[in-house]
Every structure is written in structure tokens, then in C-alpha cells.
């Protein structure tokens, strides 16, 4: 069974901070996506990553995958109240073939509050 | 592009009852996956259709089912609610590439069904 752990699970920060988000696994995941939902509403996918070692930014967003692609961190900058919410980081498996078959794992999720 | 949507949004039943949840994916993705959403569990893994088959199931009894019509929507059903059936049920869509492949499986979630029951 894979895990993802994802820590902390609780953030409550000022306006301005720096933060990071940190999603570890002793398996080895095919891809991993970072997303952040609001109360009551679906996940809304903010990036994925695919390759060992491989960053990426999205504005004040740096997502990192490990190089043996078993974890994962999110470092926001200068955090914003619009920030605030439930971070989701979430594995696809590796099944044979390459492709995991629809099925992500889920990280227990990091609820973020940034006050202004 | 739209996005997915799920309908209902919200739903409210008794134990005992089933019911039955729909989902239309982004025009063009074949896969539709189902998870459930709880404060305790987090989200967990129903079941993953493709193509109108079912390639991947998690750990869930029975009585939760789903199935894909050829036009890719989804739709699953749950009978004989528990109170532990009280989510968020959520399904995605993704667009795999082909076997082999070092696709990365994006998915792409709607916003859910909040479905309660008493």
C-alpha cells in the first residue's frame, strides 16, 4: 500500500511569511500533483511533476519533486491571505505499463491560514 | 474548455436508500476516476473508468458501484446508505496517454457531491 505523508497539517501564518509544505513516501510515484481546495469545492490542480529532481514555479509557487521521486515540497513566498486553504499533494502509482490507472493517493492535506 | 461537472451538488438521504451520482468529464477525456472525500480519511480512491471499463478498483464494499456510458460520462451508485456514507464524493477526469508512456495522469477534478445521510 503506498502512503503519502504530508506535514505539517496545520499553517497559520502572517501575511508576508515564507512556508513549505512537505509530502513524503517510501514508494516511488509515477507523477506528483500539488492542489489546493476551497471549503466544499473540488480540488483545483496547481502543478505536476514529473521527473526526478525537477522544479517548477508558478508565481510565488516552487513545487520540487525528489530525485528518487518518492517526495515532494510546495514553498510559497511572501504568503497572501488569497493563499489560505487545503493543500493536497497526491501520487500516481506506478502499475504496469507506466500509467496508474486513474487511481491518486492522497497526502492528508495542509490547511493554510494566512492572516492579513 | 468546460470543466467537469457533477450533479447533484448536494443530496440528502436516509439509511437504507441508495443513490445515484453523476459525472461529465472535460469534452475529449476518457478516464473518469471517483474518491470520497472525509474529514477523518481524507480522499480515497473509489474506482476508475475507462473507455466504459472499469481498470482500477480501492477498497470500498460492494455496495458502491459505478459505470461509463460511451460518451464517457460516469455515473456511481451507492445502495443501501450507511451514516458512514456522509462526503464529499468527487470525480476527476484525465486524458492517459498510452501505455508505456511516462504520462503524468493529470486529473482534473469537479466540484462534488455533498451527499448526507440521515
Known amino acids: 500500500t503506498q502512503l503519502l505523508e504530508q506535514s505539517p497539517q496545520f499553517l497559520s501564518i502572517q501575511e508576508g511569511e515564507n512556508l513549505t509544505v512537505y509530502c513524503n513516501s517510501s514508494?516511488?510515484?509515477?507523477?506528483l500533483q500539488w492542489y489546493r481546495q476551497e471549503p466544499g469545492e473540488g480540488p483545483v490542480l496547481l502543478v505536476t511533476?514529473?521527473?526526478?529532481?525537477e522544479v517548477k514555479k508558478l508565481k510565488r509557487l516552487t513545487f520540487q519533486f525528489g530525485d528518487a521521486r518518492k517526495d515532494s515540497s510546495l514553498h510559497i513566498t511572501a504568503a497572501q491571505p488569497g493563499d489560505t486553504g487545503l493543500y493536497l499533494c497526491?501520487?500516481?502509482?506506478?502499475?504496469?505499463?507506466?500509467?496508474?490507472?486513474?487511481?491518486?493517493?492522497f497526502g492528508q492535506g495542509t490547511i493554510l491560514t494566512v492572516h492579513p | 474548455k468546460a470543466g467537469v461537472t457533477q450533479t447533484p451538488r448536494y443530496l440528502i438521504k436516509t439509511r437504507g436508500q441508495q443513490v445515484t451520482l453523476s459525472c461529465s468529464p472535460i469534452?475529449?477525456?476518457?478516464?473518469v476516476s471517483w474518491y470520497q472525500q472525509t474529514p477523518g480519511q481524507g480522499l480515497q480512491f473509489l474506482f476508475e473508468?475507462?473507455?466504459?471499463?472499469?481498470?482500477n478498483k480501492g477498497n470500498f464494499p460492494g455496495r458502491f458501484s459505478g459505470r461509463q456510458f460511451s460518451n464517457s460520462r460516469s455515473e456511481m451508485n451507492v445502495s443501501t446508505l450507511e451514516l458512514g456514507d456522509s462526503a464529499l464524493y468527487l470525480c476527476?477526469?484525465?486524458?492517459?496517454?498510452?501505455?508505456?508512456?511516462?504520462?503524468?495522469?493529470?486529473?482534473?477534478f469537479g466540484p462534488g457531491t455533498r451527499l448526507t445521510v440521515l
Open positions: 476527476a477526469s484525465s486524458s492517459p496517454g498510452l501505455a508505456g508512456s511516462t504520462s503524468t495522469d493529470t486529473q482534473y
Open positions: 497526491a501520487g500516481g502509482s506506478l502499475v504496469a505499463g507506466g500509467t496508474s490507472y486513474g487511481k491518486l493517493t
Open positions: 469534452s475529449g477525456h476518457r478516464s
Open positions: 514508494s516511488v510515484f509515477s507523477s
Open positions: 473508468y475507462f473507455s466504459e471499463t472499469q481498470r
Open positions: 511533476v514529473v521527473t526526478g529532481g
